[in-house]
């Protein structure tokens, strides 16, 4: 598609392709018994467990419904502990409070976004069931240090790989190492079904117990279904046209104020209201849309390193300081993310220029209208995810990002 009328956009549609957009729309005219069921369930956890090299794996709506189904299969329960970093996303404490259990922020290390490992075992207490460990913007954490602290205190791991579908740890994909792991083919992840997930685990019994959660759950309504694939339907086509006399622009905001699409988080979620029947099935018009990109990965994770490239060796250091990735992790850059003085002020001025730059995570539980003392967290106990949260600013690398492309938001960077 041409680029002419599109701005450079870190999480707006970026994944999107002429070919998604026709599945959108044949499935959008269709009955909702193809919506909801079909064979495209079982092609896409096939495909998947083929791409990990894993022997099954199962879907869901989502990535947080297979956090849920995962939770529920480890025996959580009231008043468990769930240790998990700051720098994260409000979903993951709402699936925990939901069985009644408590979540507990460990800090970051401010090199890597991930946990800092040498700070865990603080964190653990007799009540502590499992930790969760984050693979932050598709950059994989230090695995040998936080697996052997589990290890040794005899806790469940849970690999949160919402952003690192692709990247590896010592050669490894990254979903393989923990007790279980659960990915998300949200909107603007390594591969988007405009809403998704999937959920794998080391153990056969594990993953009996993982799939029997889900087959409890509902699908989504036809409503709800035909929701996400108009996101797909309004944000292809409004991307392309984004400049063109503002139309795409436009087009965007009257869909979301007519309800015609929906937003990636709910009110209630962001107020940290719990929704026990949250979780649902992978449906099969989404799972049709993720099948189609599943032959896309490994090209859309080289590209997303390429680009990542081109900023590393033109961003100047002074202006902005640059994550690390974990020795031995092969990091693919959903985002390139750099620390800056001013974040606020660069996001703004760069939205002048049709830059919109990332803004995740804005606060030590994302996003930023997210309560986060519901979400059970203490502000001022975990400093260096407070301070990431107010100077990161997430860079674009998706496969319609080019050199050219690069070089101008990298010559922006420079000149703020």
């Known amino acids: 598609m041409p680029k002419i009328f599109m701005p450079i956009a870190a999480a707006f549609a970026p994944n999107y392709t002429l070919g998604d957009f026709m599945i959108a729309a044949r499935y959008y005219f269709a009955g909702e018994d193809k919506l909801r069921e079909g064979e495209c369930v079982k092609l896409l956890e096939d495909a998947f467990a083929r791409y ?30 769930i240790i998990l970093q700051a720098f994260t996303t409000v979903a993951l404490p709402n699936a925990i409070r939901t069985f009644g259990a408590v979540p507990v922020y460990a800090d970051i290390d401010e090199k890597t976004l991930n946990m800092d490992a040498d700070g865990l075992e603080a964190k653990i207490t007799p009540k502590t069931k499992a930790i969760i460990i984050q693979h932050t913007f598709g950059n994989p954490a230090d695995l040998d240090k936080i697996l052997g602290v589990a290890k040794k205190r005899g806790l469940m791991t849970i690999e949160d790989c919402a952003h690192s579908l692709g990247a590896e740890y010592g050669g490894v994909k990254t979903g393989k190492f923990a007790d279980a792991a659960f990915f998300s083919f949200g909107r603007d992840k390594v ?13 056969a019994a594990l993953m009996e117990k993982i799939s029997a959660a889900r087959e409890k759950m509902p699908y989504p309504s036809g409503k709800e279904i035909r929701k996400k694939l108009a996101h797909l339907l309004v944000a292809f086509p409004a991307l392309h046209t984004y400049k063109l006399l503002s139309l795409g622009k436009a087009v965007m905001f009257a869909a979301q104020k007519t309800g015609m699409i929906d937003k990636a988080y709910t009110k209630e979620e962001k107020r940290g209201e719990l929704r026990k029947g949250f979780a649902k099935r992978m449906p099969n018009a989404l799972a049709a849309i993720a099948c189609h990109q599943m032959q896309f990965i490994d090209g859309f994770n080289a590209h997303r390193i390429e680009i990542a490239g081109i ?70 106990s975990c400093p260096v995810a ?12 998706h496969h319609d990002m080019d050199e050219e492309d690069a070089w101008k938001v990298a010559g922006f960077v420079n000149s703020f």
């Open 52 to 81: 990990m090299d894993v022997p099954a794996a199962v879907s869901f709506d989502s990535g947080r419904s297979g956090f849920y189904a995962i939770l529920e299969a480890i025996g959580i329960s009231e008043g468990d502990e």
């Open 191 to 203: 591969i988007s079904a405009v809403s998704g997930g999937m959920a794998i685990a080391k153990d």
């Open 311 to 380: 900023y590393g060796k033109s961003l100047n250091p002074e202006k902005a300081a640059k994550t690390a990735a974990a020795a031995g992790g092969k990091n693919i850059f959903l985002w390139y993310t750099i620390m800056v003085p001013d974040k606020k002020g660069m996001i703004a001025r760069a939205a002048k220029k049709d830059i919109f730059l990332g803004d995740w995570f804005p606060q030590a539980v994302g996003p930023i209208e997210a309560d986060i003392g519901k979400a059970g967290y203490v502000k001022g």
């Open 386 to 397: 407070e301070k990431a949260s107010a100077h990161c600013v997430n860079l674009p690398t």
